[in-house]
């Protein structure tokens, strides 16, 4: 059985760990497409945490299309998991923005414009 | 009659206490408190206390039982009448207490784990602990039919009419209530806090299917025991009470304590995690 380990002392944020190694798990197919995954609440349990860091840690793998939930019947490894598990959305974030201040600074607008500009958007 | 109430005694009394004492002194005996330390947050000689204290109260429980059955034997007593149907339920009350306190001992030895664990380290397996992952379809479907038989046969001795507070309606509230009592204990048990901050995955899935089992086995028992127990007295043969409920005693002890501790075999158990040295 695939055993899943955290260390609540370390400076990783336990979600964090969580869904690494749940991905990693997938990519060497320690955990196979289709698999059902335990409940938030079971897995919560087991690993003495709070009910909301290993919510947090399904979204993300949610959002990531790494698994995939069914409702009453339960969490599964999502179909694609294995190509999606590679990516990393914040590699995308990063790449998405650097693009855009490119593009900004290109039109002329000063770092401090594009600062205001993005904190207004994030304010709203 | 007579014959059945002795072997009450000696099975609940005797033979499955015998069971369980034989497992705790191997346990002590193979993985002992200096090997495996972190199994044992007493004093050794607390532990061998307690055994010795379990085996003394049901040989009590032995004596005491086979006292009031010779007793009412030599005495003529006819206890094949409805109101002696509390007998063997009575005498079976006396008979769990050791084990009852056993299994009370047992939270608080798990409750002493958690407080002596500092460990950072938590380790949980990824197999889902749900119904369907634990038990055969067999053994729900069992459960399932029985419940649902059950209050089809309560209905039919009343005719189907469950007069409000009758005993058919009483008795169908017995089986329903103690089977959803039996479900939250299984949904607690299966993914609730964890009890033993060392168990290995392996062993938690293991101990969950023994214990899912027996709770399933234990509902079918009551289903099946309160709708025979409403046939009989519709059909005025209540003097089969205590016959009934000796039966039903025995088969719920023998097979809840058999099916765990068949199905946690101790040389199954990864011990190693109790070792001082153990590193997850």
């Known amino acids: 059985m695939l055993q899943i380990m955290v260390d609540i002392d370390s400076d990783v944020p336990l979600f964090t760990q969580l869904t690494d190694q749940i991905k990693s798990a997938i990519a060497s197919d320690a955990l196979l497409p289709g698999t059902k995954l335990p409940s938030i609440r079971q897995l919560a349990n087991d690993l003495d945490l709070n009910n909301k860091t290993v919510a947090k840690a399904y979204r993300l793998l949610e959002r990531d299309t790494v698994i995939q939930s ?7 490894v ?5 190509q999606n598990c590679g990516q990393d959305i914040n590699d995308w974030i990063s790449a998405e923005v650097q693009k855009l201040v490119g593009v900004l600074r290109e039109g002329g607008a000063t770092d401090s414009e594009i ?3 993005f904190t207004n958007a994030m304010n709203k | 009659m007579y014959l059945l109430l002795l ?9 499955l206490p015998a069971l369980l004492h034989k497992r705790m ?3 002590i005996t193979e993985y ?3 090997d495996f330390p972190l199994l044992y947050p007493k004093e050794e000689h607390e532990y061998h206390a307690f055994h010795a204290k379990f085996l003394l109260m049901n040989r009590v429980a032995f004596v005491a039982g086979m006292v009031v059955v010779v007793g009412l034997m030599l005495l003529g007593v006819n206890v094949m009448q409805e109101h002696w149907m509390m007998l063997p339920w009575g005498m079976f009350m006396v008979q769990m207490v050791p084990i009852m306190i056993v299994e009370a001992s047992e939270f608080n030895h798990l409750k002493a784990l958690r407080e002596q664990n500092k460990s950072s380290i938590r380790v949980a397996g990824m197999q889902s602990r749900g119904l369907k992952e634990l038990v055969a379809p067999s053994l729900f479907i069992g459960w399932i039919t029985s419940f649902l038989g059950a209050i089809l046969v309560v209905a039919w001795t009343d005719n189907f009419e469950f007069a409000f507070l009758g005993d058919a309606y009483s008795t169908v509230l017995i089986v329903v209530i103690m089977n959803i009592l039996g479900y939250l204990y299984l949904r607690w048990l299966l993914s609730g806090k964890r009890l033993d901050p060392y168990q290995d995955p392996e062993d938690k899935l293991r101990y969950s299917k023994a214990v899912t089992k027996s709770l399933m086995f234990l509902s079918i028992a009551v289903s099946v025991f309160m709708a025979v127990t409403r046939v009989l007295d519709v059909t005025e043969a209540q003097y089969l009470q205590p016959v009934l409920m ?4 025995q088969i719920i002890a023998y097979g809840s304590i058999t099916t765990t501790l068949r199905g946690v075999k101790l040389e199954d158990i990864n ?8 590193k997850v």
């Not at chain 1, 069914?70 to 599964?76: E, M, S, V």
């Not at chain 2, 011990?271 to 153990?278: A, C, G, K, P």
């Open chain 1, 70 to 76: 069914k409702g009453y019947r339960g969490t599964f």
């Open chain 1, 78 to 82: 999502h179909p694609d998991a294995k």
């Open chain 1, 115 to 117: 600062r205001i500009a």
């Open chain 2, 7 to 15: 072997i009450q005694c000696a099975l609940l009394s005797w033979y």
């Open chain 2, 25 to 27: 002194r191997r346990v």
């Open chain 2, 32 to 34: 002992p408190p200096s």
């Open chain 2, 246 to 249: 000796t039966f039903y005693c």
């Open chain 2, 271 to 278: 011990f190693d995690v109790y070792r001082q040295s153990h």
